[in-house]
């Protein structure tokens, strides 16, 4: 297929490439910053642009790889003739383009980009949606030719979806933040840690997360909790209430 990306960030630099490499044709790629859209017309053999109206109506698909709150100004200022417009993200409606573009849908791929780490598209699920029965046929067609996980999710379930991937990826990561904030403050390298993260992700390849939890909180063990309680109060404040509130949601679990 015949492939406009607009937005050279993560995704768009993520999904150009792997279109590129499975013998797709990458036709123009649009960012704001020429220099953004240059570098990624370089590795996919397409055209740069940073005018968003020089974007052409001859190609099947464009992919709206754009912040969240881009998609609706971006989709409107596209002219493209009937052709399959999509966004990437999980949290944005399908009916964004409803009444600005005939065939649409969403090409969420769950996974965390990040610029310089090459995602294993064999492993990530990428959920569809569309407006109607062709589009969504013509998108599953285009997504098994980069990953073998397709699943066609409706708008509630995408939105509950990305809801639960916060929690899973962005505030897991932000708790290893803090991890990695109270190793620093007594000298402790953080990878200290990292068999111990490791094997908690290898437990849940094989349980519920519900059923392997560990610690004080779970174990009810309130002198320990106490002394953390005490020793944050002094070292690092700012971490109390969430080590409270999140000790206090581990055990109301057990009574659930
Ligand atoms: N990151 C992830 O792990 C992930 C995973 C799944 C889905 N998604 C979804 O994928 C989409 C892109 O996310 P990303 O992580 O690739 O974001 P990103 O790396 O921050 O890139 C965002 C892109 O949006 C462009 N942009 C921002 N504001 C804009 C505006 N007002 N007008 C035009 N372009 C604008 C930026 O352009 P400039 O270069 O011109 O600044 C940049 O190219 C989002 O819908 C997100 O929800 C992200």
Redo the contacts with the bound molecule.
Sequence with gaps: LNISI?????????LAIKFKSAGHQIHQV????LD??KALAELTDSEPT?D?HSIKNNADIYF????????L??ATSLNINQKIIV??????ALSIFEGIHKNYGVF????????DIEPDFSELPICIAANNFETEEILTKLAKTICPNIYQINEGQRKNLHIAAVFANNFSNYLYTIAEDICIRSEIDFKILLPLIKQTVRKIESSKPSEVQTGPAIREDHGTIQKHLESLKKEAPEYLDLYQLMTNMIIQSKNK
């Excluded at 607009?6 to 993520?14: D, F, L, M, S």
């Excluded at 709206?64 to 998609?71: N, R, S, T």
């Excluded at 966004?87 to 944005?92: D, F, I, K, P, V």
């Design positions: 607009i937005g050279a960030g993560k995704v768009g630099k993520a649009f960012s704001r910053k953004h859209a940073n968003i709206l790889a754009v912040k969240d709150d881009a998609i100004e971006l966004h990437c993200s999980g949290a944005t969420y791929p769950l996974q965390t980009f990040s610029p």
